[in-house]
Protein backbone atom coordinates (compact mmCIF):
# COMPACT_ATOMS: atom_id res chain seq x y z
CA UNK A 1 0.00 0.00 0.00
CA UNK A 2 0.88 3.25 -1.06
CA UNK A 3 0.32 5.86 1.54
CA UNK A 4 0.56 9.71 0.10
CA UNK A 5 0.46 12.92 2.03
CA UNK A 6 -0.96 15.92 0.49
CA UNK A 7 0.44 18.34 3.23
CA UNK A 8 3.51 21.07 3.42
CA UNK A 9 6.41 20.05 5.29
CA UNK A 10 5.43 21.93 8.24
CA UNK A 11 1.96 21.41 8.31
CA UNK A 12 2.77 17.40 7.68
CA UNK A 13 -0.04 16.37 11.42
CA UNK A 14 2.10 14.97 14.36
CA UNK A 15 1.72 11.52 15.49
CA UNK A 16 1.12 11.33 18.70
CA UNK A 17 0.99 7.69 19.94
CA UNK A 18 2.02 4.13 18.68
CA UNK A 19 -1.71 3.48 18.50
CA UNK A 20 -1.77 6.39 15.85
CA UNK A 21 1.18 4.91 14.10
CA UNK A 22 -0.35 0.97 13.84
CA UNK A 23 -3.74 3.07 12.44
CA UNK A 24 -2.75 5.22 10.08
CA UNK A 25 0.55 3.19 8.52
CA UNK A 26 -0.79 -0.10 8.51
CA UNK A 27 -0.09 -2.62 5.63
CA UNK A 28 2.12 0.76 3.68
CA UNK A 29 5.33 -0.18 2.50
CA UNK A 30 5.91 3.79 0.83
CA UNK A 31 5.14 6.57 2.33
CA UNK A 32 4.98 10.13 0.26
CA UNK A 33 5.16 13.34 2.30
CA UNK A 34 6.56 13.69 6.12
CA UNK A 35 6.21 12.40 9.19
CA UNK A 36 6.24 14.20 12.66
CA UNK A 37 6.51 12.93 15.66
CA UNK A 38 4.42 14.86 18.57
CA UNK A 39 6.05 16.49 21.36
CA UNK A 40 3.06 14.93 23.40
CA UNK A 41 3.93 11.31 21.90
CA UNK A 42 5.17 8.80 25.14
CA UNK A 43 6.96 5.46 24.79
CA UNK A 44 8.02 3.82 21.69
CA UNK A 45 7.81 4.94 18.13
CA UNK A 46 7.98 1.74 16.05
CA UNK A 47 7.29 1.71 11.89
CA UNK A 48 7.67 -1.52 10.67
CA UNK A 49 7.30 -2.64 7.38
CA UNK A 50 7.94 0.77 5.03
CA UNK A 51 11.17 0.99 3.38
CA UNK A 52 10.74 4.44 1.85
CA UNK A 53 9.07 8.20 3.55
CA UNK A 54 9.77 10.82 0.76
CA UNK A 55 9.40 13.61 3.65
CA UNK A 56 11.78 12.27 5.90
CA UNK A 57 11.21 12.14 9.84
CA UNK A 58 11.15 14.36 12.13
CA UNK A 59 10.44 15.71 16.08
CA UNK A 60 7.51 18.18 15.93
CA UNK A 61 9.08 21.61 14.75
CA UNK A 62 7.17 24.84 15.33
CA UNK A 63 7.39 27.42 12.33
CA UNK A 64 7.73 30.82 12.98
CA UNK A 65 7.40 33.24 10.61
CA UNK A 66 10.03 35.92 10.58
CA UNK A 67 12.01 33.38 13.05
CA UNK A 68 14.11 30.31 12.28
CA UNK A 69 11.68 28.52 14.26
CA UNK A 70 12.32 25.73 17.33
CA UNK A 71 12.00 22.65 18.36
CA UNK A 72 10.33 21.82 21.46
CA UNK A 73 10.86 19.38 23.75
CA UNK A 74 9.57 15.68 23.41
CA UNK A 75 9.82 14.25 26.62
CA UNK A 76 8.30 10.87 26.91
CA UNK A 77 9.40 9.39 23.44
CA UNK A 78 11.74 6.59 24.42
CA UNK A 79 12.82 4.79 21.09
CA UNK A 80 12.07 5.44 17.71
CA UNK A 81 12.74 1.89 15.65
CA UNK A 82 11.88 1.92 11.74
CA UNK A 83 13.27 -1.88 10.69
CA UNK A 84 12.68 -1.86 7.37
CA UNK A 85 13.54 2.17 6.54
CA UNK A 86 15.67 2.14 2.71
CA UNK A 87 15.33 5.45 1.77
CA UNK A 88 14.26 8.72 2.86
CA UNK A 89 15.34 12.64 2.57
CA UNK A 90 15.95 12.78 6.42
CA UNK A 91 15.65 12.09 9.91
CA UNK A 92 15.73 15.23 12.52
CA UNK A 93 15.20 14.45 16.05
CA UNK A 94 15.81 17.15 18.20
CA UNK A 95 15.03 17.58 21.94
CA UNK A 96 14.19 14.15 23.34
CA UNK A 97 15.80 13.56 26.84
CA UNK A 98 14.15 10.75 27.55
CA UNK A 99 15.14 8.87 24.22
CA UNK A 100 16.96 5.69 24.72
CA UNK A 101 17.42 4.17 20.84
CA UNK A 102 17.24 5.23 17.25
CA UNK A 103 17.32 2.53 15.42
CA UNK A 104 17.44 2.36 11.45
CA UNK A 105 19.51 -0.92 10.93
CA UNK A 106 18.07 -1.24 6.69
CA UNK A 107 18.60 2.72 5.79
CA UNK A 108 21.44 3.02 3.03
CA UNK A 109 21.08 6.66 1.91
CA UNK A 110 19.40 10.00 2.21
CA UNK A 111 18.94 12.51 -0.36
CA UNK A 112 19.56 15.49 2.25
CA UNK A 113 20.57 15.26 6.15
CA UNK A 114 20.46 13.21 9.66
CA UNK A 115 20.53 15.66 12.53
CA UNK A 116 20.10 14.47 16.31
CA UNK A 117 20.54 16.60 18.24
CA UNK A 118 20.51 17.42 22.42
CA UNK A 119 19.91 13.76 22.67
CA UNK A 120 21.27 12.60 25.65
CA UNK A 121 22.28 8.39 26.48
CA UNK A 122 21.07 6.97 23.28
CA UNK A 123 22.22 4.16 21.28
CA UNK A 124 22.15 4.95 17.72
CA UNK A 125 22.15 2.41 15.37
CA UNK A 126 22.85 2.86 11.17
CA UNK A 127 24.91 0.05 10.76
CA UNK A 128 23.88 0.23 6.57
CA UNK A 129 24.23 3.63 5.95
CA UNK A 130 26.62 4.49 3.28
CA UNK A 131 25.65 7.65 1.51
CA UNK A 132 23.75 11.03 3.24
CA UNK A 133 24.52 14.50 2.59
CA UNK A 134 25.61 15.56 6.19
CA UNK A 135 25.31 13.72 9.17
CA UNK A 136 25.76 16.08 12.71
CA UNK A 137 24.94 14.40 16.23
CA UNK A 138 25.25 16.48 19.19
CA UNK A 139 24.38 15.49 22.69
CA UNK A 140 26.00 13.35 25.42
CA UNK A 141 26.21 10.17 23.26
CA UNK A 142 28.27 7.22 25.33
CA UNK A 143 27.05 4.30 22.37
CA UNK A 144 26.40 3.86 18.75
CA UNK A 145 26.35 1.32 16.62
CA UNK A 146 29.20 1.92 13.81
CA UNK A 147 28.34 3.43 10.32
CA UNK A 148 30.04 2.08 7.18
CA UNK A 149 33.59 3.00 7.01
CA UNK A 150 33.13 3.61 3.03
CA UNK A 151 30.39 5.53 3.95
CA UNK A 152 30.17 9.10 1.95
CA UNK A 153 28.96 11.15 4.88
CA UNK A 154 29.93 14.21 6.79
CA UNK A 155 30.28 13.85 10.10
CA UNK A 156 30.05 16.82 12.51
CA UNK A 157 29.85 15.70 16.28
Known amino acids: LHLIHTLSLHDALPISS ?26 RFYLPNVTTITGGLYTKFIYQENSYGEYPPTPLLTSIEVPDLNDTSGIGIHAVPGLKTISFPSLTALSGSINVVGIEDCYLDFPSLT ?16 ISHTANIVYSF
Open 18 to 43: QAEVDTKYASCTEIEGRINIATNYTG
Open 131 to 146: NTEYLTITGNMTRYCY
